[in-house]
Every structure is written in C-alpha cells, then in structure tokens.
C-alpha cells in the first residue's frame, strides 16, 4: 500500500505531533523504522509550545515516592512506566537535545531558555534528520478495513503500517488540537468519559470583588475531601484558578467542598491569641494585617464569603468555605481525566482489541496535577509505547 504522494508505506505510523507521539516517533526511528507522523494540526506541538509560553516546566526533581503519588490511584504496572522516564530520565532527554535547565527552590525544571520552541526545534531537527516524515493537516478518522484512515488536502488517506502509535491528546483545548473527536472510534467499554482536570472554578463574584480580579491569592492552603495543595492562586474575572487550586480537581470534580486556609503557618491557638491582642481603635482590617499579614485579597475574600463576620474568626481563618459553580468547562482546562481505559491495553500500552496499535499520552485515562508531571508522563507513555511498537516491528 502507497500513501498518496507515492511512497512506500512506512514502517510505523505515529498519530499525533504533541510530546507523547514525538517522543514515540523518536524510540521508532531510533531502532532504525521508517516513520510517518501524522498531525491534524498545520505545525507540530502546538500545546507544548503553549505549555512554554511563560517557561516550560519540564519536570519536578524529588523523591521517587513524592513523584508517584502525584499520581493518584493507578495500576502498579502503569507506575512502574512513569517511574522508567521520571525527573532524572526528562532532563537527560532534555540535555541530549542540547538544552541547558535550571531547577527552582520548589524542585520544578525550567529550560534556562525559559520556553519550549528551543527544544521542540532541536527534536525536530533530530527526529527529521533519521528522515522522520512529517504530515500535516491530516485528521485521524479511525480505521477502516483494518487500515488507519486519515483526511487530508488530497482527500482521504489509508495507511497499513506494521505498527501505530496513536497519540492523539485528550480534550481540552481544541483550537490546540486537542478535540477528543477520536473517542468515536472506539467502543464505551473502552473509553471512561472525559472531565476537566487541572481545571479552574466558576465563582460569582460580588461588586466588591472587582477591583481584585487578576490578583494572586498567596500563601494558602487549600483543601477539597482528602487532597490539600499550597500555593499560588489567580482571582480571575471567571472565578479561581492556578496552580495551587489545580491538584484538587479529582475531588472538587467529585462534589467535595473547598475550604481555603488563609494563615496556613499558624495553628488555631497560635491563631486565637493573636486575634485577641488588644485592638484600640484599629480597624478590623488594620487588625487582621498587623496581627496575622493578611493582605488585601484575603481580607476580600473572606469578607466575600463569610459576611457577616462572626465574633469568632480564627475557625473560618482556618477554613474559609469557597462557594462555586464548579469546575469551568472542559475546552479551559489544562488537561483531561477520562480516555482509552488502563484496562483496554496491555502492559506495553497496546490497544487490546486493535493489536499492532498502541496508545499513549493524554489519550489514556490517567491525570496529574501541572508542576512538570503531565509532561513527563507524557514523553514517559511516548517512549513507552514507541520501544514497544518498535520491538514487534523489528521482530518481524
């Protein structure tokens, strides 16, 4: 079989140009495969190149276990893939590609370049000098007599490679590439719906708040059902949303209430005595900021939500409950939960009733929170799936 311009059908077909699918396109011409990327997009990691706009955070220097446990509940096996291409694994990668990094005080892995567009030019640049094919604009449509269809300028397209590695994304962010319109070629029992994740919440502000809005929010904890996250939040005109509010999103997306800690270093005795202190003729608000530091934006926000303000407030210090409207919609969040199921591939990520394809990337049903752990898992599941999808091929 021919692609339409006329060249023998490749070895391997990878589905999708993000970090997953180059990363598989890169284990695949490593082991010496004829390659063909196709990219429904005009260019090739768009999302990535999103991701580094205010400096790619590649990914996070700690403890294994710490690393793991960013990951919620998944199988052992899944776990034993990402810890294969952990931290130490991502900055080697990185370094091969010519790419100096920096880590910050919190462990987080920064390009010293600050951006993503370096690296993905260096990549590139690799994976076209093993001549990587690259094909653009043309849309995965599922299969058709066991062969992958695709629509293109010139029309449809069906390719029979050896091996497939789809890498399609999730859901979020479409005008990105990332649609989740490929779930229709696939059966329920194989997909779990998608949901945001790493997502913001909807909040009605009041009046008051609007002189607030794009402020952050500062040194909080945050708590929803059993997750609890510290750091930065953005008051946006839409609501809440940032890094230190994305981890909860499993729980917030399962109904469990938010509750913000204003003063996170201070217990509620500790918190007591100092409300107590002998107030004179201070305001209230002078008060909470010479006694407890808090700014402005907390002192919004508690009056945002606990007016009238009881007699008692070191409780609601500890606890501020966020009244909201839930998670915002899918297409704003960073990425998603849902997808091809763990249970729908085997243990090389290999589509169980589709075999000779494998799956890796946001297209499978795992989540993180942003801090350099969707990126690494990401190239994790890539080169997963790739060595394996090479390993058949070669075997032939």
Same mark, same amino acid.
């Given at each position: @079989?021919?692609?339409?311009?006329?060249?023998?059908?490749?070895?391997?077909?990878?589905?999708? +140009?993000?970090? +997953?699918?180059?990363?598989?396109?890169?284990?695949?011409?490593?082991?010496?495969?004829? &390659?063909?990327? #196709?990219?429904?997009?005009?260019?090739?990691?768009?999302?990535?190149?999103?991701?580094?706009?205010?400096?790619?955070?590649?990914?996070k220097?700690?403890?294994?276990?710490?690393?793991?446990?960013?990951?919620?509940?998944?199988?052992?096996?899944?776990?034993?893939?990402?810890?294969?291409?952990g931290?130490? !694994?991502?900055?080697?990668?990185?370094?091969?590609?010519?790419?100096?990094? *920096?880590?910050?005080?919190?462990?987080?892995?920064?390009?010293?370049?600050?951006? #993503?567009?370096?690296?993905?030019?260096?990549?590139?640049s690799?994976?076209?000098s093993?001549?990587?094919? *690259?094909?653009?604009?043309w849309?995965?449509?599922?299969? /058709?007599?066991?062969?992958?269809l695709?629509?293109?300028?010139?029309?449809?397209?069906?390719? +029979?490679?050896?091996?497939?590695?789809?890498?399609?994304?999730?859901?979020?962010? =479409?005008? $990105?590439?990332?649609?989740?319109?490929?779930?229709?070629?696939f059966?329920?029992?194989?997909? +779990?719906?998608?949901?945001?994740?790493?997502?913001?919440?909807?909040?009605?502000?009041?009046?008051? @708040?609007? =002189?607030?809005?794009?402020?952050?929010?500062?040194?909080?904890?945050?708590?929803?059902?059993?997750?609890?996250?510290?750091?930065?939040?953005?008051?946006? #005109? =839409?609501?809440?949303?940032?890094?230190?509010?994305?981890?909860?999103?499993?729980?917030?997306?399962?109904?469990?209430?938010?509750?913000?800690?204003?003063?996170?270093?201070?217990?509620?005795?500790?918190?007591?005595?100092? $409300?107590?202190?002998?107030?004179?003729?201070?305001? $209230?608000? %002078?008060?909470? /900021? /010479? %006694?407890?530091?808090?700014?402005?934006?907390?002192?919004?926000?508690?009056?945002? *939500? #606990?007016r009238?303000?009881?007699?008692?407030?070191?409780?609601?210090?500890?606890?501020?409950?966020?009244?909201?409207?839930g $998670? /915002?919609?899918?297409?704003?969040?960073?990425?998603?939960?849902?997808?091809?199921?763990?249970?729908? &591939?085997?243990?090389?990520? @290999?589509?169980?009733?589709?075999?000779?394809?494998?799956?890796?990337? !946001? @297209?499978?049903?795992?989540?993180?929170?942003?801090?350099?752990?969707?990126?690494?898992?990401?190239?994790?599941?890539?080169?997963?799936?790739?060595?394996?999808?090479?390993?058949t091929?070669?075997?032939?």
């Open positions: @079989m021919t692609t339409p311009a006329g060249k023998p059908a490749p070895d391997a077909l990878v589905v999708g +140009a993000g970090p +997953a699918g180059l990363m598989a396109a890169d284990a695949l011409s490593a082991a010496g495969l004829s &390659v063909l990327v #196709a990219e429904a997009m005009p260019s090739p990691g768009r999302k990535f190149l999103m991701a580094g706009k205010s400096g790619l955070n590649l990914t220097d700690e403890p294994p276990e710490a690393w793991r446990a960013a990951f919620g509940p998944i199988p052992d096996w899944f776990a034993e893939i990402l810890a294969a291409f931290p130490a !694994e991502a900055m080697a990668f990185a370094g091969s590609l010519g790419q100096d990094l *920096f880590t910050g005080s919190t462990g987080r892995v920064f390009p010293v370049a600050m951006k #993503a567009s370096p690296l993905l030019r260096a990549w590139l690799r994976l076209e093993r001549r990587v094919d *690259f094909r653009r604009r849309r995965w449509a599922g299969w /058709r007599d066991g062969a992958h695709f629509d293109t300028p010139e029309g449809p397209a069906l390719l +029979a490679p050896e091996v497939a590695v789809l890498a399609l994304g999730g859901a979020s962010w =479409r005008r $990105l590439g990332s649609d989740g319109a490929w779930a229709s070629a059966t329920s029992t194989e997909l +779990a719906p998608f949901a945001p994740a790493n997502a913001g919440l909807s909040v009605a502000w009041s009046g008051h @708040m609007a =002189r607030h809005l794009g402020r952050p929010l500062k040194s909080c904890a945050l708590r929803a059902g059993d997750l609890v996250s510290r750091g930065e939040c953005m008051i946006s #005109a =839409r609501g809440l949303e940032g890094g230190g509010l994305y981890p909860l999103t499993p729980a917030l997306r399962a109904g469990a209430p938010l509750h913000i800690d204003l003063c996170p270093d201070l217990g509620l005795e500790a918190l007591g005595k100092r $409300l107590s202190r002998h107030r004179g003729k201070a305001s $209230l608000a %002078n008060h909470l /900021r /010479r %006694n407890l530091g808090l700014d402005p934006v907390k002192q919004a926000l508690l009056n945002e *939500f #606990a009238p303000l009881p007699d008692d407030l070191a409780p609601l210090l500890k606890a501020l409950p966020i009244r909201h409207a $998670l /915002r919609p899918i297409d704003e969040a960073i990425s998603t939960a849902g997808g091809v199921r763990l249970d729908a &591939v085997d243990e090389t990520l @290999m589509l169980r009733t589709k075999p000779g394809t494998w799956i890796a990337g !946001e @297209m499978l049903d795992w989540e993180a929170p942003t801090g350099g752990y969707l990126i690494t898992a990401c190239l994790a599941t890539g080169l997963h799936a790739g060595r394996a999808a090479a390993l091929a070669t075997s032939r």
